[in-house]
């Protein structure tokens, strides 16, 4: 049978420690991982969740679900599950379109560094949480125990992705020379 993996971090485990001795490094590879990541995915303009994860599959050669879920107090606000042939993406459906955006981009930087996690969530508190949804679906959706670290690298990469995201390249005048332009059009090269 097959296993999911899921990622979300447990509401009575904050996900441990975070080795803050291993943290300039977690940042640079963070850094370094959505460089190449928007090098080989560059961001649609203008900025479309929806898009982007169109072409995350395309490139991936895998589907994406996005699934909204109700959200109560207590409960994840987002949760990824890699299942045998697609991969699930759950975000909270009653919160702000910015909101929802950084929860999915929060999970998919789960996905993209395979972080992995213990599953907890029975079928019947699946299905009370997602009742339009077959439980077995979600049963192990929406709980998970994650290290500290995985949840302070997911965070990273979503912040970093959705600053890149909902920035516009800046401006670069017809004819503009020197250094300041050049740096200019490169930015806006790298960002699409």
């Known amino acids: 049978m097959f296993a999911p993996r899921c990622t979300r971090l447990a509401p009575a485990d904050r996900g441990g420690p975070i080795d803050e001795h291993g943290l300039p490094a977690l940042r640079h590879r963070a850094r370094e991982r ?4 928007l090098a080989a995915v560059p961001l649609p303009r203008p900025w479309s969740m929806n898009a982007w994860v169109d072409a995350l599959e395309a490139w991936r050669g895998r589907e994406i679900d996005l699934v909204p879920i109700a959200y109560r107090p207590g409960q994840p606000s987002g949760a990824w599950q890699a299942r045998p042939d697609y991969d699930l993406i759950a975000y909270t459906e009653h919160t702000s379109a910015l909101h929802q955006d950084h929860i999915i981009a929060h999970e998919l930087a789960h996905m993209l560094c395979a972080h992995t996690g213990t599953c907890l969530l029975s079928e ?6 997602a009742p339009d ?3 077995r679906a979600l049963s192990h959706l929406l709980t998970r125990v ?4 995985d949840e302070y690298e997911a965070e990273l990469i979503a912040v970093l992705l959705l600053s890149a995201a909902t920035s516009e390249p800046p401006a670069v005048q017809p004819g503009a ?3 300041a332009a050049d740096q200019a059009r490169r930015l806006a090269a790298l960002l699409g």
């Open 124 to 129: 019947a508190e699946a299905a009370e949480l």
């Open 177 to 179: 020379s020197g250094r």
């Open 146 to 149: 994650t290290t500290g670290t």
């Open 34 to 37: 959505v460089r190449a990541l």
């Open 133 to 135: 949804l077959a439980p």
